[in-house]
């Protein structure tokens, strides 16, 4: 015999925290929509975005390396998967809702277009006059209008509870206004433990691709304070880190995070004692995060990484790569809309000729891009 929705929406209420928002208490969606008998509201969130079309297209988008420079380093889906991983042990640790969280992480990126950062600043910059580019704003809109899967109506039909928590992503920019909420409130703590297990995951991961390439040793890391930490902690020294330890290394900076924010949270919490997750949202502050040693440790390894990986002469000759395509290709759709596919060029005259090759674009992989390039500039490639 099968667990019943309402079993489950049981489940949470008797084991929950208080502060926890309980899919039985969600405001639902915008358009009416009759819940599964074996799922909760938030499970059956957290499945349409796995199945959705911009969900499948991260595997080969870019999280730091382009995607023909080699199979072993993350791409944007493994980043998704990874951040959703962490957060879910903080969202079990601290008795909140574990779907909830796994639903806003796995969106968290839908919205990225090719070759990662490089891509966005360049679409960005194409579209200054026309309201600019934020993949945040964009998984936003992929969620609620993009995603065609439904006849009588746009985008996933998620709950307001995981659009807000899109919404209130706080590592990029908070979007309150798409979402009808408050931008002086809080997301709640489901949406912080996403926040913070992005950053976390960001870190972390790209520290193991960056060691991994060559762009720096363990002797340029000895200027970190929390590698030296780490260093001290496995008993460690060397110039030269082989591949078992390296992973080591990586899975103890994971916990080492990990065991600070649930430490510093659960302190906060105590604190606050809150009684509803309206007593996170009206705080003054976020309640998940680090505490102060810990947080000036993960901003000095983010510098260390700006410096030494993301402006490192090879990274950056991706990233301009990247820029050159995605800024040829936006040019030559502008010029002549009609090289769009028919559902595109559709929407030109209800979001704007410049949104609507902007959208295009954000869909592609990085393969995609690469061969749309080709077809659009290359002489001997067929369109």
Same mark, same amino acid.
């Given at each position: 015999?099968?667990?019943?929705?309402?079993?489950?929406?049981?489940?949470?209420?008797? !084991?929950?925290?208080?502060?926890?928002?309980?899919?039985?208490?969600?405001?639902?969606?915008?358009?009416?929509?009759?819940?599964?008998?074996? =799922?909760?509201?938030?499970?059956?969130?957290?499945?349409?975005?796995?199945?959705?079309?911009?969900?499948?297209?991260?595997?080969?988008?870019?999280?730091?390396?382009?995607?023909?420079?080699?199979?072993?380093?993350? !791409? &944007?889906?493994?980043?998704?998967?990874?951040?959703?991983?962490?957060? &879910?042990?903080?969202? =079990?640790?601290? =008795?909140?809702?574990?779907?909830?969280?796994?639903?806003?992480?796995?969106?968290?990126?839908?919205?990225?277009?090719?070759?990662?950062?490089?891509?966005?600043?360049?679409?960005?910059?194409?579209?200054?006059?026309?309201?600019?580019?934020?993949?945040?704003?964009?998984?936003? =809109?992929?969620?609620? /209008?993009?995603?065609?899967?439904?006849?009588?109506?746009?985008?996933?039909?998620?709950?307001?509870?995981?659009?807000?928590?899109?919404?209130?992503? /706080? !590592?990029?920019?908070?979007?309150? +206004? #798409?979402?009808?909420?408050?931008?002086?409130?809080?997301?709640?703590?489901?949406?912080?433990?996403?926040?913070?297990?992005?950053?976390?995951?960001?870190?972390?991961?790209?520290?193991?691709?960056?060691? &991994?390439?060559?762009?720096?040793?363990?002797?340029?890391? /000895?200027?970190?304070?929390?590698?030296?930490?780490?260093?001290?902690? #496995?008993?460690?020294?060397?110039?030269?880190?082989?591949?078992?330890?390296?992973? !080591?290394?990586?899975?103890?900076?994971?916990?080492?995070?990990?065991?600070?924010?649930? /430490?510093?949270?659960?302190?906060?919490?105590?604190?606050?004692?809150?009684?509803?997750?309206?007593?996170?949202?009206?705080?003054?502050?976020?309640?998940?995060?680090?505490?102060?040693?810990?947080?000036?440790?993960?901003?000095?390894?983010?510098?260390?990484?700006?410096?030494?990986?993301?402006? +490192?002469?090879?990274?950056?000759?991706?990233?301009?790569?990247?820029?050159?395509?995605?800024?040829?290709?936006?040019?030559?759709?502008?010029?002549?809309?009609?090289?769009?596919?028919?559902?595109?060029?559709?929407?030109?005259?209800?979001?704007?000729?410049?949104?609507?090759?902007?959208?295009?674009?954000?869909?592609?992989?990085?393969?995609?891009?690469?061969?749309?390039?080709?077809?659009?500039?290359?002489?001997?490639?067929?369109?």
């Amino acid at each position: 015999m099968y667990a019943t929705r309402e079993r489950l929406e049981e489940i949470e209420a008797q !084991t929950l925290a208080p502060y926890a928002l309980l899919s039985r208490n969600s405001q639902g969606r915008e358009y009416p929509d009759s819940e599964p008998r074996y =799922r909760t509201a938030f499970q059956r969130d957290r499945d349409r975005i796995v199945h959705s079309a911009a969900f499948r297209r991260l595997e080969y988008k870019t999280q730091v390396f382009v995607n023909d420079e080699g199979d072993y380093y993350r !791409t &944007r889906l493994t980043h998704t998967l990874e951040v959703a991983q962490i957060a &879910r042990t903080i969202a =079990r640790a601290l =008795r909140v809702n574990e779907d909830l969280v796994e639903a806003i992480t796995l969106a968290h990126d839908l919205g990225h277009p090719p070759f990662g950062h490089a891509g966005e600043d360049a679409l960005n910059a194409l579209m200054q006059d026309y309201g600019g580019f934020n993949h945040n704003h964009q998984s936003y =809109r992929v969620v609620t /209008e993009l995603e065609e899967r439904y006849s009588d109506h746009p985008g996933l039909n998620l709950t307001r509870e995981t659009l807000a928590g899109i919404a209130k992503h /706080e !590592t990029t920019s908070d979007l309150s +206004h #798409l979402a009808g909420l408050d931008p002086n409130s809080r997301g709640s703590i489901e949406a912080q433990i996403a926040d913070a297990s992005d950053s976390l995951a960001y870190n972390a991961h790209d520290l193991d691709d960056g060691l &991994r390439a060559g762009l720096f040793t363990p002797a340029d890391l /000895e200027q970190v304070e929390i590698w030296r930490v780490l260093c001290d902690r #496995l008993n460690w020294r060397g110039e030269v880190i082989d591949e078992i330890t390296r992973h !080591t290394f990586i899975r103890e900076l994971v916990g080492l995070q990990v065991d600070d924010i649930l /430490e510093c949270t659960a302190k906060k919490l105590a604190e606050l004692n809150p009684q509803s997750p309206q007593d996170i949202q009206r705080h003054s502050e976020n309640v998940v995060g680090y505490s102060e040693s810990m947080r000036r440790q993960h901003q000095e390894l983010k510098q260390f990484l700006y410096d030494h990986m993301y402006y +490192h002469f090879r990274v950056i000759r991706m990233k301009k790569r990247g820029e050159q395509f995605i800024t040829a290709i936006f040019n030559s759709l502008v010029r002549e809309p009609r090289q769009m596919p028919p559902e595109y060029l559709a929407d030109v005259d209800r979001i704007g000729l410049h949104r609507a090759v902007a959208d295009y674009i954000a869909s592609m992989t990085d393969r995609g891009a690469l061969l749309e390039y080709r077809q659009l500039y290359d002489p001997v490639t067929r369109p």
